[in-house]
């Protein structure tokens, strides 16, 4: 009994770090409030100073009809992709992936932040519907 407990204890620390690990919608919807000034998602998001992220999980970068990027990521998308990875190197310090980027901001510094964030991002298809 004793070993059954323990399997199921050590099972139930593996979805849990995996869960953290994939970061949580409901607090990465807290942490976009600070981008929301910039950039809307949602099936009424519009293109703000920043291109609404319905979709953005996926997308090839410059994709946004009705946007006008910076030709510095323009230059640079030749094929690329915002997955996971991407957007996390570009939430934590946008100039290190595109330094001539129109994006002002900073960066999320928390690790945690930006996968919240990116989890919540993900919750959302093209169309701004949800997944």
Same mark, same amino acid.
């Given at each position: ?7 199921? +204890? ?17 607090? +990465? ?32 970068? +410059?994709?946004?009809?009705?946007? $006008?990027? /910076? ?30 980027? $129109? ?24 169309? +701004? /519907? /949800?997944?």
């Amino acid at each position: 009994m004793q070993r059954l407990l323990m399997i199921a +204890g050590t099972a139930l620390l593996a979805l849990t770090v995996q869960a953290s690990a994939e970061g949580d919608p409901a607090k +990465g919807e807290k942490v976009f409030k600070k981008c929301a000034a910039c950039h809307a998602v949602g099936p009424e998001a519009k293109n703000k100073v920043g291109p609404e992220l319905n979709g953005i999980v996926g997308r090839a970068w +410059g994709a946004v009809d009705g946007y $006008k990027y /910076s030709a510095n990521l323009l230059e640079l998308a030749d094929g690329k992709v915002w997955d996971e990875e991407t957007l996390d190197v570009y939430l934590t310090k946008p100039k290190d992936l595109i330094p001539k980027g $129109k994006m002002a901001f900073a960066g999320l510094k928390k690790e945690d932040d930006r996968a919240n964030v990116i989890a919540y991002l993900n919750q959302y298809n093209e169309d +701004g /519907s /949800s997944k």
